[in-house]
């Protein structure tokens, strides 16, 4: 139990006003990547909760400060950081349908018994509507492919991908790979 | 530190040592300061107390203090450090700008900790150093937790610590703020064995071939040990390695790729580990490649 401080009087000071956008403009990001923070950066560290490692990664790496305010360079976001086998030759194809397809591979020389059972999170994001979608059906590594719908909303709107992996038992993560951008065919 | 533990005023005394603490017929027997020091330490640990411990000139009675009779009143308010095994044992916590703490080796080790007023050029330089180098280490762990396994004698260092510090003296090239990392000079195994003779790397398909020559007339070869190769790709940050591959006297060794979509750069890498798994070789640099076909 605490008592909550009282509404601030002081104006804001005009040096702090940039730092005060960034977090926002970060914040916003991670709000809406919420569940997925929470798994992919849950082991991280004992003494952060999985929000304020994201923000303290992200905000570092990949938040641009430009004279128009802060922009998200999304090739440098993870939703996930951790020391699972990260994902190779991952791509990102849009079809036709609102379909959209990503695929990875499995080099010959990992251990398909280890690694192959890993519950895959393949995350869409909506630039426009900042909107966070995820499949929420079990997908293993040893898929390879996975095939799925989005919204018709998102027809013509650019859409950020990210591909990470989960151990079967949930206590070891990889870090997050960027599938690229792309538009969602009609 | 102290003078002469002289208990004067046995009224004093007898208040600040009061229960739990230690009795006052031990200060009053006349033992050195230094030891009475220590019985005092000793009750006060046993009780985990936070208190802290400065010179004073004011008297002050609590049951958290001690005071000394001596020309300065040693006055304990805040000890932020625990002694878990007595004053003799090892330190936890810290004092002022101090901080103790026991590592791996069971070594008590102190060190201070200041105010951090920014960073300044030269220190901008090694921040980015040590920055490279981590990123650089992060997928081959598993690789260098064996490669450099064999810390140096007098060296308390993990693996990671030396593969850090070797890298950072010799693998970073440029300076800040251009620094980037030296792949012809980066290493990811060091030790004693010879170094590999006449390791070549060329790429066929979808496959990287290593050869090397068997060379067992050198002393410290033998035919059984194994070769340990490494494919990294600075474009992902991403590896790929074997570190048990084929026989030294094999003379081959093929590393298969996965399906790429897009041109890849490749940095080769080969070492030598003994049967034992006890000794090895130096890492050696075997060449770039580039991978673009789909």
């Not at chain 2, 940095?267 to 789909?294: C, H, N, P």
Request: aromatic share 10%; hydrophobic share 40%.
């Amino acid at each position: 139990m605490r008592s909550i401080p009282l509404r601030r009087s002081k104006r804001k000071k005009l040096k702090a006003l940039p730092q005060h956008l960034n977090l926002g403009r970060m914040s916003q990001f991670i709000r809406d990547a919420k569940e997925l923070i929470a798994i992919g950066f849950k082991a991280n560290n004992p003494k952060l909760d999985p929000r304020s490692m994201a923000m303290k990664y992200n905000m570092k790496n990949a938040l641009v400060k430009t004279e128009n305010g802060p922009l998200i360079n999304y090739a440098k976001i993870k939703l996930s950081r951790g020391s699972r086998e990260r994902a190779w030759s991952e791509e990102m194809i849009f079809t036709e349908g609102n379909k959209v397809t990503v695929n990875w591979d499995i080099p010959a020389m990992l251990d398909l018994k280890l690694i192959g059972y890993d519950k895959v999170y393949i995350v869409l994001y909506n630039e426009i509507n900042q909107s966070m979608m995820y499949a929420k059906q079990h997908i293993s590594r040893s898929d390879l492919t996975y095939t799925g719908t989005v919204s018709a909303e998102y027809i013509g709107k650019p859409i950020h991908g990210w591909i990470f992996f989960v151990s079967a038992d949930g206590k070891e993560v990889s870090d997050s790979d960027y599938l690229g951008t792309g538009m969602v065919l009609a | 530190m102290f003078n002469t533990c002289q208990a004067k005023d046995k009224q004093i005394v007898d208040k600040a040592l009061a229960k739990p603490w230690q009795s006052t017929d031990k200060v009053l027997q006349g033992l050195w300061p230094c030891q009475c020091l220590l019985n005092t330490l000793n009750g006060l640990c046993e009780t985990s107390l936070s208190s802290k411990l400065i010179f004073s000139k004011s008297l002050f009675y609590s049951p958290h203090t001690i005071i000394f009779n001596t020309s300065y009143y040693i006055l304990i308010q805040y000890i932020m450090a625990r002694l878990p095994n007595g004053f003799n044992g090892g330190m936890k916590g810290r004092i002022g700008n101090i901080v103790y703490y026991t590592n791996k080796w069971g070594n008590t080790v102190a060190r201070t900790i200041g105010v951090k007023s920014g960073s300044k050029g030269g220190e901008f330089a090694n921040q980015t150093a040590t920055a490279l180098i981590t990123y650089l280490l992060k997928p081959v762990k598993p690789f260098i937790r064996i490669g450099f396994q064999n810390t140096p004698p007098g060296m308390e260092w993990n693996y990671h610590n030396y593969a850090s510090s070797v890298n950072k003296l010799n693998a970073i090239k440029g300076t800040y703020p251009n620094q980037e990392v030296d792949y012809e000079k980066v290493m990811f195994a060091k030790g004693e064995m010879p170094l590999p003779a006449n390791a070549q790397v060329a790429l066929k398909d979808n496959e990287i071939e290593f050869t090397w020559d068997a060379d067992l007339e050198t002393a410290g070869n033998y035919s059984r040990d194994q070769v340990m190769v490494l494919a990294f790709f600075p474009q992902s940050m991403k590896a790929m390695f074997l570190t048990s591959g084929a026989r030294r006297v094999e003379e081959r060794e093929v590393l298969t790729l996965p399906r790429f979509t897009s041109s890849m750069v490749i940095e080769t890498y080969l070492a030598f580990i003994s049967d034992d798994r006890m000794l090895m070789s130096d890492s050696v640099y075997t060449g770039q490649l580039v991978w673009d076909k789909k």
